[in-house]
């Protein structure tokens, strides 16, 4: 298993490399970058980041010398002092070629030096740090209400599957699924906060604005209040996606010939099932954990988030790739796929926890 670690390690170096490296050569073919959002805002060609991006397909994110025509290369420049130009490609780092930017940006994230966001006075990590609370609180709820109420619904309708309960749960899960998080969230707003009907749950943030001033327990009751409709919302597709992969692994796993051979022994149903079927059946549960991870810490929900007038990750990277902030679009993207390698190698060391059978040291990494 070490010899199989080791391979799996080194392999992240180059797995790295690639995602960065593609996604740096595709933003040199994006129009309006950081340079042309800072022309856009002193000539007054865009109210948003959004208004000064669209139309710019004629911008040229690739910097030249500074003695030539920037009208040329950046639509508004016209009447800009070129040696002001020349100084804000020195600011962003684009005075230099492409292949320097991209091995200097990889020789500071590979000592974890992000840098600092080109519009906001914050350091890439503080940056992360400061949205994480939001994005926490939504992962690490939602992971814990799929699977601690979507495995034991999902064993259930195995052992009664065609049955009027697994009937009748199949038809409210598909249509969870079916309905969209953001779809749902709008309802429950109209619902339940003051949109139409009642006015029982806060509308946007994560705390109330007198937080610090309440009691420990108060502020947990405040947290959860604030809470209560971003979860529903979101839960709903993990929710549904958890219990009918947990059903079918269940359902496929019992039609084998060893329970059948269980049972023959005079071992009880439940000793069959959770002895025997759940450590087999609980593997591809564990072969979705670092998505479900990954998705449900990380990521966010832009659209949720907005609703809920949450400012999380979601809203971060949103508002990065919008307004062409290099920094916080490669510092994310390097943490993020970095921790996505590694939850996918401990997910291979849980499932030879789970099942030893499994001995990765014989196959091909």
């Known amino acids: 298993m070490g010899a199989y670690i080791i391979r799996r390690l080194l392999l992240m170096i180059p797995t790295i490399i690639g995602i960065m490296g593609i996604t740096f050569l595709v933003i040199q073919f994006a129009p309006g970058g950081p340079v042309e959002q800072v022309i856009a805002e002193l000539t007054g060609q865009g109210n948003s980041a959004l208004d000064r991006i669209s139309g710019s397909g004629d911008f040229q994110t690739q910097p030249t010398a500074s003695g030539d025509d920037f009208s040329s290369k950046y639509r508004g420049a016209q009447g800009l002092d070129p040696e002001f130009i020349a100084k804000l490609e020195k600011q962003f780092g684009f005075d230099k070629p492409p292949l320097e930017r991209f091995l200097t940006m990889m020789w500071n994230y590979i000592r974890f030096d992000f840098g600092e966001s080109y519009f906001r006075d914050v350091t890439v990590i503080d940056l992360i740090i400061e949205k994480m609370p939001v994005s926490i609180s939504l992962g690490v709820w939602i992971l814990l209400i799929s699977y601690i109420i979507s495995i034991p619904l999902g064993v259930r309708k195995a052992v009664a599957d065609g049955s009027r309960f697994d009937i009748w749960t199949s038809g409210v899960i598909i249509v969870a699924y079916a309905v969209p998080g953001f779809l749902f969230g709008i309802l429950l707003i109209i619902l339940f906060a003051g949109g139409s009907f009642f006015d029982w749950f806060p509308l946007r943030g994560l705390v109330s604005d007198n937080f610090a001033e309440l009691s420990w327990w108060e502020k947990i009751i405040d947290y959860f209040w604030h809470l209560t409709l971003p979860l529903i919302s979101l839960s709903l597709a993990a929710f549904a996606t958890t219990t009918l992969l947990t059903k079918n692994s269940f359902i496929d796993e019992i039609r084998k010939q060893y329970v059948t051979t269980a049972r023959a022994k005079g071992l009880t149903e439940r000793q069959v099932l959770y002895g025997h079927v759940f450590r087999n059946a609980m593997l591809i549960i564990i072969a979705g954990f670092p998505a479900a991870f990954i998705t449900a810490f990380f990521t966010g929900s832009l659209l949720i988030e907005t609703i809920f007038s949450l400012d999380g990750l979601g809203r971060l990277g949103y508002q990065s790739v919008l307004n062409?902030?290099?920094?916080?679009?490669?510092?994310?993207?390097?943490?993020?796929?970095?921790?996505?390698?590694?939850?996918?190698?401990?997910s291979d060391l849980i499932y030879t926890w789970v099942d030893p059978r499994i001995d990765f040291e014989r196959r091909d990494v």
């Open 324 to 346: 062409r902030d290099y920094p916080v679009v490669f510092g994310t993207l390097f943490i993020f796929s970095l921790m996505g390698l590694v939850v996918g190698l401990i």
